[in-house]
């Protein structure tokens, strides 16, 4: 049977999202905004009315699926918003972001705060968005109404978040939230940074050091993670409920999270493009823009990282973008005190993360694996993160061996000029990124609001 497509995508290069898979020539036929069918190229009888052609220049992706994004509308609009991260997404070849529950007001923690955060959100948007809700001390009523009003899962901090309205929880709420979240089938997502570990005075290592960032590093060491992965790991194992690493950054805790997952605990984890990409030998003195939290480490725990990435340790790669004003960053001091922790790179992550995986002889179809595939089946989006048929027609076009230098100026982010990244040469030009078949941004907002229902 000969199928008439509104769009049929022919790609000498394509990746489904299979990290198993090796890029080959497919043809993807499109309608009404889902995939149809896809085809090896060569054997292909798909027609479309519309039909884009690419050469050997370009990969086919599937759209990126960027599951921890602050987009911070509203209440703290200036730092960031619905319209601008979403135009920066699209860029980035990212097609769906899942919106972090804090750093908003209010905080998403109740059903209240998801309407008026799906409210600010609503016509503004150029890709798909999903909405985290949030885990603090005394919100359990409100998890099953967020739970039924679509939220992709929650998120809790074991530390000071440093949002007065986002506060850690503890040991036994921490076991109490994932117990409830095994009834009701949602992951919770751990900030983990132990209380215990940030309140004690580190007398072993150097005091905290303002422009300094090996003050900054000494002060956030790698045990404060230990110890916090290791009590959200029993915290796991006695509830049965699925808990997920955010931003993973000491690579000492990948045995015990492999050991864990060997052994059945519900466990996964994710990294981010600053910690595969930065080193701490390589921050000067009041780089402040390079400021996060958990901190960026030493080279030989970005290649850990790495080798917990291949060892699928870790499943995933997303951005954490979490944006401030630029005065935010304290620029005139460089004080690492003062300085907001975190980094802006919605719009980067694919080319960070391309630029270090073809180093170490990474291909494609395992960097849309952590990209795509996996951030979706983290958030429960059955329709994304693969080229098949019956998913949306979500697509990222990638030239993977044309390269640029990282300009703010072309930046879509509310900061620009806040990104460590200016200069930095990076291979993995975004084409063209297609939300349900059409292009998303700068145009018409198309983005739809995502509720989980599985
Ligand atoms: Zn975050």
Known sequence: MTVTADLLIRARRAVTGDAAESERPLAVGVIDGRVVAVEPLADSVLNGRDTLELGEDAVLLPGLVDSHVHVCEPGHTDWEGFASATRAAAAGGVTTLVDMPLDSVPATV???????????????????????????????????????????????????SGAPDFPPVDAAQLTGALRALARLRRPLLVHAESARAAAAPAVATAPYAGRGYAGYLAANPRGAENLAIAEVI??????GGHAHIVHLSSSDALPMIASAQREGVRLTAETCPHYLTLTAEEIGDGETACKCSP????????????????????????????????????????DFDLAWGGISSLQLGLPLVWTQARRRGIGLPQVAAWMSAAPARLAGLAAKGKIAAGYDADFCVLAPEESFVVAPGRLYCRHPETTPYAGRRLHGVVRLTLLRGQPAGPGRPRGKLLRRTQ
């Open 295 to 334: 901190p960026v480490r030493e080279a030989a725990n970005r290649e850990l990282l790495w080798t917990g990435l291949r060892e699928r340790v870790l499943s995933m790669v997303v951005s954490d973008h979490s944006p401030c004003t630029p005065a935010m960053k304290a620029p005139e001091v460089g």
């Open 110 to 160: 109740s059903g209240g705060a998801l309407a008026a955060k799906r409210r600010a959100a609503d016509g503004q948007c150029h890709v798909d968005v999903g909405f985290w809700g949030g885990v603090i001390p005394g919100n359990t009523p409100e998890l099953e109404p967020l739970a039924g009003a679509g939220v992709a899962g929650f998120k809790c901090f074991l530390t000071d």
């Open 234 to 239: 029993e915290a796991a194992r006695v509830t």
